[in-house]
Nanobody, 127 residues
Framework: QVQLVESGGGLVQPGESLRLSCGVS????????KAWFRQAPGKEREFVAA????????HTAGSVKGRFTISSDNAKNTVYLQMNSLNAEDTAVYYC????????????????????WGQGTQVTVSS
């Protein structure tokens, strides 16, 4: 059984940075699609960023482009989300997700395409 465990969330001030980590156990995942989503109170789950096996570049939502970077360490079975220049609109619960295949580009942003999810980690940006 595949399990995802996020860590690294917390309370930061506007303009600061955080790095989230997602450890994946139960299966090697180098050829999967890995992603981060987030959900703010009263809003739907929102795509943040994704990495597909075989791609040299990441795929990110427009709201975080240039500020957030997704990466993975296949040897450690870990996915990261580096978040810079955080602002109040980034406040949400952040979820790590893994799809058991290489998703097509049009499917990257849909939560339904991902088989495995972490429990979420809270990120709060406030002065």
């Amino acid at each position: 059984q595949v399990q995802l465990v996020e860590s690294g969330g917390g309370l930061v001030q506007p303009g600061e940075s955080l790095r989230l980590s997602c450890g994946v156990s139960g299966r090697t995942f180098s050829q999967y699609t890995k992603a981060w989503f987030r959900q703010a109170p009263g809003k739907e789950r929102e795509f943040v960023a994704a990495l597909r096996w075989g791609d040299s570049n990441q795929h990110t939502a427009g709201s975080v482009k240039g500020r957030f970077t997704i990466s993975s360490d296949n040897a450690k079975n870990t996915v990261y989300l580096q978040m810079n220049s955080l602002n109040a609109e980034d406040t949400a619960v952040y979820y790590c997700a893994v799809a058991g295949k290489r998703l097509i580009l049009s499917a990257l942003g849909s939560p339904s395409g991902y088989n495995y999810w972490g429990q979420g980690t809270q990120v709060t940006v406030s002065s």
